[in-house]
Structures are given as C-alpha cells and as structure tokens.
C-alpha cells in the first residue's frame, strides 16, 4: 500500500506563474482533502473532493485556486498567477467512503506534502 | 460551520512528567476526533482517535477523553520522553464530512 501520494514535493515559481499539485489518494479511500500550512502555522482546510464531485471548497480562496478530482487520475490543486503569500506546505490527505466512519479504519491519512515557494 | 479552538499553543515539560492538550469544538454533530503529530518537516501522522460513542481511549502513553456535553476533548501523554516533542494537532469531523483542525501546540520536553 503506497500510501498517500502528492507530487511535486517541492516547487519554485515566480509571480505570475501557474503551479500544480497532484495527490493520489490511499487504495480503497474514496475522498480527498486539501490543507495548506505556512511556517509554524495550523492546518487549514481548503476543499474536499470525492471523484468528479466537490463537495466543500468553503476554504478555498475565490480567485486563482482550483481543485479537481477527475474519473481517472490524481486529484489537482491548481492555483493561478501566484504571488509570494501562496509560499506554504500544501496537504493533500485521503478518507475512506463515509459509511466506513465508524470502523476502525483510519480516516484521514496525510500525504508528504508539496512545498511551494514563489519567488 | 465546525470550529476547533486549541491550548495552550506551547508546551514544555520535564521529560518523564504529564502532558495535556485540550481542544474545544462548536458543532455538536461532530461524531469523529483525531490527534495528529507532526514532526519538523514531516506530515502528519495520526496518534490516537476518538468516537462520539466513547468517552475514553487509552493506547500506551497515550489517552484522550472526550465531554460531548461541554464540547471539548483532550490529550494526555505520561512518561513523557524527547520523542515526543512535536507539534500536535487536535481535529473534528462535523455533520458535513469536514475535518478541522487546530492551531496546534509545539511541545517541548526539556531534559
């Protein structure tokens, strides 16, 4: 079991520039969420997808980010025209379905994280 | 929507003493509580978790409790050892599936 799996782990941009984070999530979970941490901060939800569906993007800024989960493939945070307030440590965790909640799996297992530096 | 409040945001205590972190929430649907550490530049891992249908959970050194009527759950760590300095995160599930977070709290255990 690969675990949860995000790519890049490190990106330079400059302003302006787009950048793209992927996250596989675990075999056998069905759900992705986003977090995005900064130096010596909290995790701070973003968006919370399932395949082909969002289902809460409430903590996602309006404009320049987007989330996807497509059929096929990983799940995608794109954020658009960085600037240097995007420089954080971007989580992608995953979760079985929702009727698994109350078995002993574990919930949300987190991936390595995408480091994001914007120049 | 779920709040998750954390204290205190720092830590320190005497390697072989208590620890506790206490966390608040605010959506008394809230049915599911994880504890996460997180290492220097590591992601977080998952320590223990609770239930709404559970008051108490205990694995090792390690125990949490939960008051659903007070809305507040907490972390007890004993024996502490300098593996355990970390930063630990509290978190909640409320009725929409989200999972939220605290601040944090950076422990330290000083020798």
């Known amino acids: 079991n690969a675990g949860v799996m995000q790519n890049p782990r490190h990106l330079v941009r400059r302003r302006g520039q787009e950048a793209r984070l992927r996250c596989s999530p675990m075999?056998?979970?069905?759900?992705v969420y986003w977090y995005r941490q900064l130096p010596e901060e909290g995790l701070k939800f973003m968006v919370y997808l399932q395949k082909e569906n969002i289902i809460d993007e409430s903590g996602m800024p309006k404009e320049r980010f987007s989330a996807e989960f497509p059929k096929e493939g990983p799940s995608i945070l794109r954020i658009q025209q960085v600037v240097r307030g995007d420089s954080a440590a971007y989580f992608c965790?995953?979760?079985?379905?929702?009727?698994?909640?109350?078995?002993?799996?574990?919930?949300?297992?987190f991936g390595a994280g995408s480091r994001l530096t914007v120049l | 929507g779920e709040n998750v409040e954390q204290h205190p945001s720092t830590l320190s205590v005497q390697e072989g003493d208590s620890a506790v972190i206490k966390c608040t929430y605010s959506d008394s649907a809230s049915n599911y509580f994880p504890w996460y550490k997180q290492e220097l530049g590591k992601r977080p891992q998952l320590i223990i978790d609770i239930r709404s249908n559970v008051g108490e959970k205990k694995d090792q050194r390690i125990a949490v409790t939960l008051n659903k009527t007070a809305k507040h759950f907490s972390l007890h760590i004993t024996e502490t050892q300098p593996e355990d300095s970390a930063v630990y995160f509290c978190?909640?599930?409320?009725?929409?599936?989200?999972?939220?977070f605290g601040k944090g709290t950076r422990l330290h255990i000083l020798p």
């Open positions: 965790a995953s979760s079985p379905l929702r009727q698994e909640a109350f078995s002993g799996a574990n919930v949300l297992t």
């Open positions: 075999k056998g979970h069905s759900h």
């Open positions: 978190a909640a599930r409320g009725r929409d599936d989200k999972i939220i």
